[in-house]
């Protein structure tokens, strides 16, 4: 049997499951956003309105997420200006992921409530995931496991440099 390695998801299994991290002391989000830059918040930029930070539990390698600041869990209460700035920092991700690691593609979405599958429902936030030909295996589907082959703050240090300014 072959063994798949990702010892930075220890902390989510061991504790983040059982403890819902993040969630007994509020927003995870809305957390971040105290908290300095750094490659230990996973925090790529700072804009007026919204920021882009690293999926921490990531699809795929180079998962991000671009979170408003204003805490809201209701898409529709988002204003325009937020809207506005979410989609231009949409379209910077897309950008950095196919300029930084070669991307082919990116699904690019909102999961909005559980039904949708949003695992974070108090806070609305947009995913842009990158997508590479061949990038689908069957291990997700006969494993229910997937292979991500970067650690988080190897793909910090090649995402930094695309969000050279804070906005």
Same mark, same amino acid.
């Given at each position: 049997? &072959?063994?798949?390695? $990702? ?27 105290? $908290?300095?830059?750094?490659? @230990?918040?996973? =925090?790529? %930029? ?15 390698? !180079? ?7 204003? #805490? ?8 325009? @200006? +937020?809207?506005? @700035?979410?989609?231009?920092? $949409?379209?910077?991700?897309? $950008?950095?992921?196919? +300029?930084?690691?070669?991307? #082919? ?13 949003? !695992? =974070?429902? &108090?806070?609305? %936030? ?6 590479? &030909? !061949? ?6 589907? *006969? ?9 988080? #703050?190897?793909?910090?240090?090649? *995402? ?6 804070? !906005?």
């Amino acid at each position: 049997m &072959e063994r798949l390695w $990702a010892p930075w998801r220890r902390e989510f299994v061991v504790k983040g499951a059982s403890s819902g991290e993040g969630r007994s002391g509020g927003c995870i989000f809305c957390a971040l956003l105290e $908290a300095d830059d750094g490659p @230990e918040n996973l =925090i790529l %930029h700072r804009g007026r309105r919204a920021y882009v930070v690293l999926n921490k539990y990531p699809y795929s390698s !180079g998962h991000l997420m671009v979170v408003p600041l204003r #805490h809201t869990a209701d898409f529709t209460d988002l204003r325009a @200006e +937020e809207v506005a @700035e979410m989609l231009l920092l $949409a379209q910077r991700c897309v $950008a950095a992921l196919r +300029e930084r690691m070669s991307a #082919h593609g990116c699904n690019v979405g909102f999961n909005l409530g559980k039904a949708a599958g949003a !695992g =974070i429902e &108090e806070h609305v %936030h947009l995913h842009v995931v990158p997508r590479w &030909e !061949g990038d689908h295996n069957f291990m997700p589907v *006969l494993g229910e496991v997937r292979v991500i082959p970067e650690g988080l #703050h190897s793909t910090y240090e090649t *995402l930094r440099p695309a969000f050279p300014f804070r !906005g």
